[in-house]
């Protein structure tokens, strides 16, 4: 499979990189947990569901990608974001690739659905 990125920013594939580490654990997570809530679906979805968000959030706050470019980090720290002094700004934060502001990785979720 092509790694794409953008025309300016580098691919970043914590999905990708997430599914590659983890997924031959899942199988058994959800097999351990069906049987550990007598065969609650529901449940044991959830569960894994919770274990895989937290493996994704791992992999976008450690992933090993390619750094910001110089110019993203001085608009990161030009933005209307960062308030108050330059000792406010957590500078290992900023300059890490898809961990600034913390929206995506609160982002990541599951949802369980019978539909």
Known sequence: MERVGTSTS????FMRQTINDHQDGW???????LKA???D???????VGEIIDDQIRTSIREGSFAPIS?????A?????????????????TA?????????????????VSDD
């Open 10 to 13: 580098p691919p970043r594939p």
């Open 27 to 33: 199988g058994k997570a959800l097999a351990t947990s």
């Open 37 to 39: 809530t007598d065969y």
């Open 41 to 47: 679906v529901h449940r044991s979805l959830d569960f």
């Open 70 to 74: 110089e110019r993203t980090l001085e």
């Open 76 to 92: 990161r720290l030009a933005s209307s974001k960062r308030t108050g002094t330059l000792k406010s700004v957590n500078m290992e």
């Open 95 to 111: 300059c890490k690739p898809l961990v600034d502001t913390g929206l995506m990785l609160g982002s990541v979720s599951h949802e």
